[in-house]
């Protein structure tokens, strides 16, 4: 039986794809933070009837010493044929009013983790000459956004890493994915809802700007399930995967926007739907 890793598993997109590759026939090694939280996940496994296939296994991705239990244990595995990097969270906020503790937050789960976790699996990947890392991006790692600057920065520099991971493992038969997902019905735009901004912030108008764009879009939101199967069929084809799979109503030509429009229409564009 192949062997898949999925980092933050414990709800969205990690959940649903630990669900995915289970039904797909993969042994399961589901992570997360806090084992508190692994009910919901077991109770799907449960009910798909894949509850043998999923083994929970604590992680938190930004301490040395979880990490280090975690090389342990991997190195107990006979393989590794797939690793999901999808521990991650979104810091909302104005840059102005984050502080660079928060950036660095941000960064130590979303980029440094994904980092920690990968160079745990790789030994097992590169002795074995095959493997398949699948990070979680966004759309937010190809396009910025107000009031999510640490999350899209930390997106961006996941990209990159990605991009320069995938040249080095090549040699080893080893293939880096990203997937970048668009708006999804999870808790993501909850970050920017959720921020307090201090008295008199001259971003209140930005924020509630942003929040009515958002809410009268949600019903265009695709459902997260499409991108855990897009993840457990990228893990499951033998033919050598794209370095990128954005996905989501209205990503490609986002995407193409950027590609073919000087930066100053784009912005006339973002501004205008945020009526700015």
């Known amino acids: 039986m192949k062997t898949a890793i999925v980092t933050g598993s414990s709800g969205?997109?990690?959940?649903?794809?630990?669900?995915e590759l289970a039904k797909s026939g993969f042994q399961v090694?589901?992570?997360?933070?806090?084992?508190?939280?692994k009910g919901h996940l077991l109770k799907l496994a449960a009910a798909e009837n894949v509850a043998d296939k999923i083994i929970v296994f604590p992680l938190d991705v930004t301490m040395q010493e979880s990490i280090e239990k975690f090389k342990v244990f991997v190195q107990s595995l006979v393989s590794v044929n797939v690793l999901v990097n999808n521990a991650g969270y979104?810091?909302?906020g104005f840059s102005e009013e984050l502080t660079v503790d928060e950036y660095r937050s941000q960064f130590e789960t979303n980029f440094f983790g994904v980092i920690a976790v990968?160079?745990?699996?790789?030994p097992v990947m590169r002795r074995q000459?095959?493997?398949?890392?699948?990070n979680m991006s966004s759309i937010s790692g190809r396009f910025g956004f107000p009031g999510l600057s640490a999350y899209v920065a930390s997106k961006h520099a996941l990209e990159g890493y990605s991009e320069s991971l995938r040249l080095e493992l090549k040699p080893f038969g080893i293939d880096v994915i990203l997937i970048e997902p668009g708006s999804y019905k999870t808790n993501i735009?909850?970050?920017?809802?959720n921020v307090s901004l201090p008295n008199d912030s001259p971003y209140e108008l930005l924020k509630d700007s942003i929040m009515k764009t958002l809410t009268a879009g949600q019903d265009s939101y695709g459902d997260?399930?499409?991108v855990a199967r897009l993840a457990a069929t990228i893990a499951l084809n033998e033919s050598t995967p794209n370095l990128r799979y954005p996905i989501g109503q209205g990503v490609k030509t986002m995407l193409q926007l950027k590609n073919y429009l000087p930066w100053k229409t784009i912005e006339r564009i973002v501004l205008k739907k945020l009526k700015l």
């Open 189 to 193: 735009w909850q970050s920017i809802e």
């Open 90 to 92: 979104a810091q909302g």
């Open 129 to 134: 000459r095959s493997g398949k890392i699948i």
């Open 29 to 37: 090694i589901a992570t997360m933070r806090n084992l508190n939280k």
């Open 12 to 19: 969205g997109f990690g959940e649903l794809i630990a669900i």
């Open 118 to 122: 990968t160079q745990a699996v790789l």
């Open 224 to 226: 997260p399930l499409d």
